[in-house]
């Protein structure tokens, strides 16, 4: 079978590749004799290694020319997680790809001449990045040409074992080149909200972590039956938190380090327990509630930990409590709300007709505004419902002061000062609590903590130091995005974000609007 390429461009390649991956996938492979179906599973992972180098090379160069910045994204990881819809760890396997592209080129030919396969190439990767940097090509070919003879992988991890012992050993007498290989440490939020620790700690911070474990995690008595893992857990805890309390710890965006703890109001009221009805709204909140903490432990938030249950009752004693009340748009209503505005307004066509056709007109009814107009009118309706409920003895303000006992409802927070050199804590704190990351139209996942607040009208020309009028920007897309390069960012009233850029070629939304009654 020959391999030249027959295409004439790029579309048409792609559209084939579509097209063959697509019939692929719908045939009914039931029907396919054995020997049929290992020739489609030999021959996709032979593709599959293609298919790596492929997107490696495009990666590479779309890298190079900064192609992400047409989308107002600072770096081709970004572009890739909000562009083509794939997780982080699925983009920065991507990302490593398309860096090898560059520094090491002979792997990627290897993987587009299907020589290897894309594991078996990690793999051998894996290994020559452990050598000396002189030895690496030399190791990595020496890898390469072992796994196209038939090498698998343990075979692989003998070879690569014993070359580094050999380059070890070559130069005793050189002083090793500064190195960070033996130290990493990563910290996961499950969906349940709880962390998983894992790393590689050097020697000496290996050694002081012992220490500190060792100090803090003594029995607290004969009636203490926690396991020596749960006590090393439990003094972690009082480490860090002791570090915190200490104020040893440097600020972050001109605020002190603090740990958040997001606790909902069912479990707040929980602690004043009501009558039936409280139960029944405790119960359906708590479902909310846990997909909020799944969702936050993708986007990483602002760093809070999501407690409920005794978790939360036992922080909430000692804890200072500002109520924050938040709320949902609901779609539903936008279409009774919209009629009413339109024929209070008087955008009819009785007003709109004259002569003979008037009586006609009149008799057809209300004539709503379409496309963006309705756009725009809903989006302004929405927001004076906000300003209606919220302002001073409005809904959201009796909510905050008057629903939870006194021990729980805490100060009202001022949620607009009008101008302000700085932004008061209160309305900082309300915006991280409603954004969690950085709100930028395209898509970005910089946790709240990583974050500044932006005025999405500057204060030299009137903006006022609001929550409505405030949101979360990571430094990046604050000052180059906005600030440099002259995009411009709206936070819409029913909480999404548009962006543009300056000469109009790019429009950015945060996701599609609420789906129409009916």
């Keep these: 079978m020959s391999t030249s390429s027959t295409f004439t461009s790029v579309s048409e390649a792609l559209a084939t590749l579509e097209a063959a991956m697509g019939f692929l996938a719908a045939a009914d492979t039931t029907q396919m004799p054995t020997v049929v179906q290992a020739q489609c599973l030999q021959t996709l992972e032979r593709m599959n290694a293609v298919k790596t180098a492929a997107r490696a090379r495009v990666l590479a160069a779309f890298t190079s020319a900064q192609g992400y910045h047409e989308d107002a994204a600072y770096s081709s990881l970004t572009w890739l997680i909000h562009q083509t819809r794939i997780t982080r760890g699925a983009a920065s396997r991507h990302v490593e790809w398309a860096q090898r592209a560059v520094r090491t080129p002979l792997v990627i030919d290897r993987l587009a001449r299907k020589e290897v396969s894309e594991s078996l190439a990690l793999v051998s990767c894996g290994w020559a990045d452990k050598m000396p ?246 989006q302004a309706i929405i927001g004076k419902a906000i300003d209606l409920l919220s302002g001073p003895g409005g809904l959201a303000s009796f909510l905050r002061r008057r629903l939870l006992s006194a021990k729980l409802a805490g100060p009202s927070l001022p949620l607009d000062v009008g101008w302000s050199e700085n932004v008061p804590a209160g309305i900082r704190n309300a915006v991280m609590i409603r954004d969690k990351h950085c709100r930028w139209a395209g898509g970005c996942l910089q946790p709240a903590a990583a974050c500044e607040i932006h005025h999405t009208k500057p204060k030299s020309r009137g903006g006022k130091t609001s929550v409505k009028d405030c949101l979360l920007l990571c430094w990046y897309h604050h000052h180059v995005a906005i600030h440099r390069e002259g995009w411009t960012l709206v936070l819409n009233p029913d909480g999404t974000t548009t962006a543009w850029n300056k000469d109009l070629t790019k429009i950015l939304h945060s996701h599609s609007p609420p789906a129409r009654a009916g």
């Excluded at 290996?206 to 474990?213: G, H, R, T």
């Excluded at 915190?244 to 909902?264: M, N, T, Y």
């Excluded at 936050?296 to 930990?305: R, Y």
């Excluded at 008087?346 to 002569?355: K, L």
């Design 133 to 378: 940097e002189a030895m690496r090509d030399k190791a990595l070919k020496i890898l390469l040409d072992a796994a196209q003879g038939g090498a698998d992988q343990r075979d692989l991890n003998r070879l690569g074992a014993e070359m580094l012992e050999r380059c070890q050993g070559d130069s005793p007498d050189q002083d090793p080149e500064p190195s960070f290989e033996d130290r990493a440490v990563r910290l996961e939020n499950t969906l349940g909200g709880a962390g998983v620790l894992t790393g590689d700690l050097s020697p000496a911070c290996a050694a002081a972590v012992s220490k500190v474990l060792e100090s803090l995690s003594a029995p607290a008595g004969a009636d203490d039956f926690r396991s020596q893992r749960q006590r090393y857990h439990d003094a972690l805890h009082e480490a860090m938190r002791r570090l915190i309390a200490g104020g040893l710890l440097p600020e972050r965006a001109g605020q002190p380090a603090k740990v958040w703890a997001h606790i909902s109001l069912a479990d707040l009221l929980a602690l004043d327990p009501g009558g039936v009805v409280t139960r029944e709204w405790i119960t359906r909140t708590r479902g909310q509630w846990a997909a909020a903490r799944a969702a936050d432990s993708v986007a990483g938030g602002d760093g809070g930990a999501w407690l409920d249950g005794a978790d939360a009752t036992g922080f909430a004693c000692d804890a200072s409590i500002s109520p924050i009340v938040t709320g949902d748009v609901d779609p539903s209503a936008l279409e009774d709300l919209v009629r009413l505005c339109v024929e209070l307004a008087g955008y009819t066509p009785r007003r709109r007709a004259g002569g003979a056709d008037a009586g006609r007109a009149a008799d057809a009814g209300p004539l709503p505004p379409t496309g963006r107009g309705r756009e725009a009118l809903e």
